[in-house]
T-cell receptor
Framework: SQQGEEDPQALSIQEGENATMNCSYK?????LQWYRQNSGRGLVHLIL?????REKHSGRLRVTLDTSKKSSSLLITASRAADTASYFC????????????FGGGTRVLVKP | SAVISQKPSRDICQRGTSLTIQCQVD?????MFWYRQQPGQSLTLIAT?????????ESGFVIDKFPISRPNLTFSTLTVSNMSPEDSSIYLC??????????FGPGTRLLVL
């Protein structure tokens, strides 16, 4: 199976609720990055967390990283309809230089 | 953060033809990459565009099918050659800034008939 697998594959929530998605990976990493993609357009970089970091915040986003479990989570608090998008995690593996390996993505629908 | 533009934003092409996609970064960057995103799928790395030398291709991608140029530190092109309907995808370029964060262009949506 691929480096960087996400669950759930799809998530439907009401506006104002929190959305949590998870990413698992298999090999040692330098960092893990989260991206958002709206309707098959370009990717927007959300947050980068390094292998020696455990948690980072950016606005309504909270990312955690557990290297012992090889997993990360992205929490979006107080979701808005504009948060409707696909979210991807991407790992930069230690053995692969600067190359990113993407997870399958989580499609999030925020209903107004 | 680096701002990346791509041209064309979308195209519809006939099978057997070729399309060249351009990627422009607003600052000099060391690393540039090309990805493919097939319908409903995640991103797959095609190759690393190396400045002044041949691109480094990932398994399953070859230079004859996806020739890449990188004449300087701000520009790269990807050509999709001898296209078939299976090449219908979104093609995205990215650039790495500061040896960590990769920023992406808006993508080129390609439909091959």
């Amino acid at each position: 199976s691929q480096q960087g697998e996400e669950d759930p594959q799809a998530l439907s929530i009401q506006e104002g609720e929190n959305a949590t998605m998870n990413c698992s990976y298999k090999t040692s990493i330098n960092n893990l990055q989260w991206y958002r993609q709206n309707s098959g357009r370009g990717l927007v970089h959300l947050i980068l967390i390094r292998s020696n970091e455990r948690e980072k915040h950016s606005g309504r986003l909270r990312v955690t990283l557990d290297t012992s479990k090889k997993s990360s989570s992205l929490l979006i608090t107080a979701s808005r309809a504009a948060d409707t998008a696909s979210y991807f995690c991407a790992t930069e593996r230690k053995a692969a230089g600067n190359k990113l390996t993407f997870g399958g993505g989580t499609r999030v629908l925020v209903k107004p | 953060s680096a701002v990346i533009s791509q041209k064309p934003s979308r195209d519809i092409c006939q099978r057997g033809t070729s399309l060249t996609i351009q990627c422009q970064v607003d600052s000099q960057v060391t690393m540039m990459f090309w990805y493919r995103q097939q319908p409903g799928q995640s991103l797959t790395l095609i190759a690393t565009a190396n400045q002044g030398s041949e691109a480094t291709y990932e398994s399953g991608f070859v230079i004859d099918k996806f020739p890449i140029s990188r004449p300087n530190l701000t520009f790269s092109t990807l050509t999709v050659s001898n296209m078939s309907p299976e090449d219908s995808s979104i093609y995205l370029c990215s650039a790495e800034e500061g040896k960590e964060t990769q920023y992406f262009g808006p993508g080129t949506r390609l439909l091959v008939l």
